[in-house]
């Protein structure tokens, strides 16, 4: 059946949050830019007439000359600035919406600041924008434009996603959100244990951290350099390598997070089930091992799973097999944030290889130039994969009948 554009957004934007009044529309957004994106083909061609190999999100706003007072002119020399990632206001007309692929993160990242990403205005961050980039270059390609990209836990910001795994108990199925909604004496003091375990944890890696950096140091003789009597020196080495610990928070504090971090849960499931049935994706990306772990748990949630027959129940209007895209139609890519690639590009099956004792470790890169080469590539190669193996699938289930 088709649906326009403007529909969908009527729709999404008629979901209940529970978040004060926070619409989705500050969660979520579509993979459109206000100014048009040039092509990888494009991309490669301009910073090749630029004379650029190993080009980084700052040469696509170069400018290749310079007025009397030293202020960039001629915009037209601009590949892409970063602030034609906003949104454009006449996306939602009367065409027909593409549902082919929806874009799936785990949460948002950190943010500084008190900002408003109303008017579907995340995913496209110009403060830090190397990962908007990064994310603008991975799906840059046709089939994807205009699809719809959110995160799975909503209103809950952390650049770390090995923190929100902790926050949330992902990995502890005897006291996770998922398995164990409820509040027990037991189930609380379990919880209460692993945030303080977590704390340590954290405290730990900040001394290896301070310790690597003064080893580096050192080795690099940057404390020699330093002019000065003993006393300065010690106190410069003592400034300069001053541990920044934090405190324990009391337990009534971790006890109020569990409960805070519970209902941002219950209200995220909530939304995602919604923006599933509304948008109805033929396919899920998904970005990152972390968010993919975490769809993992929820298919096998009986929480989860009597919460989409709830929200279908009371919604007759969306058919649509929530479970059944999570569990045959989804697939994981590398994260946009991710700070390193493989140099080699994807191919057919590699993805099985990497979980292989057996298999050589890869070389990876950490520049820019090695996301473009690598990250367009894989995503389209494991979607072609996933296409396959929903055709084998699917010509099973007919010879069964």
Known sequence: MERIKSEIRDELLKIDTKFDGVGVDSFASFLITKGKFPSNDDIETEFKKKGIKNFTPKDFQLKDSKSKNNTLIDDSKVIFDKKAFKFPNDFFNDDEFNNNYMFVGLNAAYRTGDKNYSGWGNFRDTDRPTNTYKLYVQTNDERFKGSYVTDIIKSYEDSNSGNV?????????????????????????????????????????????????????????????FKGDSKSRNEFVENKYKLKTSNLPQKSTLMKRCMENEKTLDNSLDIFIQECLIIQPKWLVIFGDDANEVLNKMVASDYFKNKVDTIKSNNKKYQFNVMDLLEHRRVEVTHYATQSVPLKKYIKGSGDEKKSKNSKKEERGHKFRDWYNYAPGELITKIDELEEKEKLRNQKKSNIK
Do not use: V, W
Not at 188 to 202: K, P, V
């Open 165 to 225: 795994m902790r926050d949330f108990f992902i990995d502890d199925d005897e006291i996770s959100f998922l398995n164990h909604p409820e509040s027990t004496s037991n189930l609380d003091a379990r919880r209460i244990d692993r945030l303080i375990l977590g704390h340590y944890q954290d405290e730990l890696e900040k001394a290896k951290g301070m310790l690597k950096k003064l080893k580096n140091d050192y080795a690099k003789n940057k404390l020699k350099k």
